[in-house]
């Protein structure tokens, strides 16, 4: 059972309205529409668990009570609040760490891309430089400082 279902229940009589003196249709509407706007922002919470946030964000204004209310005997604010403090501030920290390591992941990457801009055209001039050769030693005019080159541009090439 919801706090809601709860205090509705505790809030009224035998008859099905609400005690004399008790101010509820705005308190049950206001937690309704608090219901449905947690929905939105939490779509894989429970019904239940939706209740009784609404329920205590209308109940209590964003005041931390010392003893929350529907944990039991010797729940204290510190044993449900600190967690929560907790968690938003690991939250924060994996969105740094995420946005750190994208933007050296985006860094290497250029660093990547610039380096393969470098091998295509090194490779291109390799291989015009290769070609060259080929038709020269096919056409019989190799020269022994040509072929001599030729083994340094390929030595650099191989470191």
Not at 16 to 24: A, I, K, N, V
Not at 109 to 123: H, W, Y
Request: negative net charge.
């Amino acid at each position: 059972m919801s706090l809601l279902a709860l205090w509705i229940k505790s809030h009224m009589g035998k008859d099905g309205t609400f005690l004399s003196g008790t101010d509820t249709n705005d308190f049950v509407d206001d937690v309704n529409a608090k219901v449905e706007q947690l929905r939105l922002k939490y779509p894989t919470k429970s019904q239940l668990e939706l209740e009784n946030e609404a329920f205590e964000e209308i109940m209590h204004q964003d005041e931390i009570l010392d003893h929350p209310v529907g944990y039991g005997l010797g729940v204290k604010k510190g044993d449900i609040y600190r967690r929560d403090i907790v968690l938003d501030s690991l939250k924060e920290e994996m969105t740094a760490l995420h946005r750190k390591n994208i933007d050296k992941l985006e860094k290497e990457k250029e660093k990547l891309k610039d380096q393969v801009q470098e091998n295509n055209f090194f490779f291109e001039t390799l291989i015009g430089q290769f070609s060259q050769v080929v038709s020269v030693v096919h056409q019989d005019q190799s020269s022994p400082k040509l072929l001599n080159c030729t083994q340094e541009l390929l030595g650099m090439a191989h470191q």
